[in-house]
């Protein structure tokens, strides 16, 4: 499949299994009021196309815009989404892009915004990528494999104090001082390149009564070095917020997240759009300090026991959503 322009060209559907999207069935429900007539919907995180996909064969008006940084990932939603091609516009792009993006498209608003952040399928299934520390491969970890340090250049190149903070801020690693002096010591002798290598060198410097409980004991690790290596958290709030700017009234927002500090995020970005920034004390709302937002879930909601068992990298998923009621264009 090649790139051309802005859009990515469709081919032909690919034989094989198709990837289980995560909240399905939610998503579809939370973002169908928004979705009627010719709407537009954004997948800032395409991925290999699930949501989209089911987006699009429900409301067989509507147009997909699906960004993603990965050329791979791209490459398969758009064999996934060839029966929809027509409604589609694929983009090789970073969910910060999104306003250039629509912008470019010549799309001053939209109806609807998915995020479905953190990792995808496709990259943890291919070994090569480097994600899992469960199999040994590169230590690569980037989305987009075309561009940037890897995870590689991170382990080997961050001095102790800086590779702890990563480990520590980004993995909520409470062993990250050793662990990140166990890989000063070893990286003496050799560059670290392999996945297994490093996963255990971690299991290694962490005591042995911690490594009984919580699964696998580089997980943190491979979660913070992933999380730096693509930057994914710095533009978070900027990202959701232009998002929230892009939707027309009555649009709607969802959000999926997969660990707490990505949630964290979220969570403040959509409450500071939901709340009434008039003053305290004056008797009225003051035009331009009202609510952006209504949020439409209490809380952050998690997949029921059925979704984990029948998908199983649901179990760490977290959900929020908001419809924007003031402010936005009028379609």
Known sequence: ?????????????????????????????????????????????????????????????????????????????????AGHAGRCHLVHAVHTELPAVLDRLGLPAVDAVLFDLGVSSMQLDRIDRGFSYARDAPLDMRMDPTSGATAADVVNGYSAADLARVLRVYGEERFADRIARAVVQRRTGHRITSSIELAGLVRDA???????????????????????????????PGVVSSAIDALRLGGRIVVLSYHSLEDRIVKRVLAERAQDHTPAGLPVELPGHGPTLALLTRGAETPSAEEVAANPRAASAKLRAAERIAGGAVR
């Open 1 to 81: 499949m090649a790139a051309s322009g802005l859009g990515v060209a469709m081919s032909s559907p690919a034989a094989g299994a198709r990837h289980v999207p995560v909240f399905l069935d939610r998503v579809r429900e939370l973002l169908r009021p928004a979705l009627s007539g010719r709407a537009v919907v954004v997948d800032a995180t395409l991925g290999l196309g699930g949501h989209a996909e089911a987006l699009l064969a429900e409301h067989p008006m509507i147009t997909v815009v699906g960004l993603d940084r990965d050329p791979g990932a791209l490459a398969e939603a758009g064999r996934r989404l």
């Open 206 to 236: 962490i005591p042995a009564a911690a490594r009984r409980t919580g699964g696998n004991p580089a997980k943190r690790t491979f979660q913070a070095l992933r999380i730096e290596v693509n930057g994914e958290l710095d533009p978070l």
